[in-house]
């Protein structure tokens, strides 16, 4: 069986797809208090890693995404795919769980 290595610049989304890394979640609560790993939530905040080349439209032309790389998203709780590459989180999802851009 063949052993692939995957990273980052390997990893080409396919239409309105986008590669998000996913931010670290906290380690302390607003008063100080360390938080266990079972108590973390989920991020929901990322930077966006890759994009596919868009969605087709009725004829046949190509919609670009409104997300580009580098940006911080912000995107639904259990949308996408979880990846892990190397040593960093990612999550692949569809353009349409992306709910905001974070400046």
């Excluded at 590459?85 to 992306?98: F, M, Q, R």
């Amino acid at each position: 069986m063949a052993t692939i290595t995957l990273n980052v610049s390997t990893v080409t989304p396919l239409g309105d797809r986008v590669l998000v890394k996913v931010s670290q979640s906290e380690e302390k609560t607003a008063g100080g208090i360390l938080l266990p790993d079972t108590a973390k939530e989920k991020p929901q905040i990322g930077e966006v890693a890759a994009v596919g080349p868009g969605k087709r439209d009725e004829d046949g032309k190509r919609q670009p995404l409104e997300v580009k790389v580098g940006d911080k998203v912000l995107y639904s709780k259990y949308a996408g795919t979880e990846i892990k590459i190397g040593s960093e989180e990612y999550v692949l999802l569809a353009e349409k769980d992306i709910l905001a851009t974070v400046k």
